[in-house]
């Protein structure tokens, strides 16, 4: 329950408020977190990592899939904070030759 609670305006902080802040801050978190990650891997040498998304379009899959590839092992990710990271050469695997 979020009591009684006032903004700078003496305006009603509202339970809808706290979950909008709440999805801004873990927007801008995560967009930090990528930025961090591509310096990182360009300092490194390494490549950019890709998220979930970028490999669902890559390979044309849906979301299950894709988390039924992590869970067996088929795909490698990493997750940090709650978005999940791959290496685009792990990709080649499921390229057509």
Do not use: C, W
Not at 13 to 38: C, G, M, P, W
Not at 65 to 93: C, E, F, H, M, W
């Amino acid at each position: 329950m979020v009591g009684n609670m006032s903004g700078l305006n003496g305006e009603a902080i509202t339970q809808k408020d706290l979950v909008t802040f709440k999805n801004y801050l873990i927007y801008e978190i995560s967009e930090l977190l990528d930025e961090k990650l591509a310096l990182q891997a360009s300092q490194s040498g390494e490549r950019h990592t890709l998220r979930s998304r970028d490999v669902r379009r890559a390979l044309g899959i849906s979301a299950s899939t894709l988390q039924s590839y992590r869970i067996s092992g088929l795909l490698r990710a990493k997750k940090v904070g709650g978005t999940y990271y791959y290496d685009p050469r792990d990709l080649k695997k499921f390229q057509i030759k």
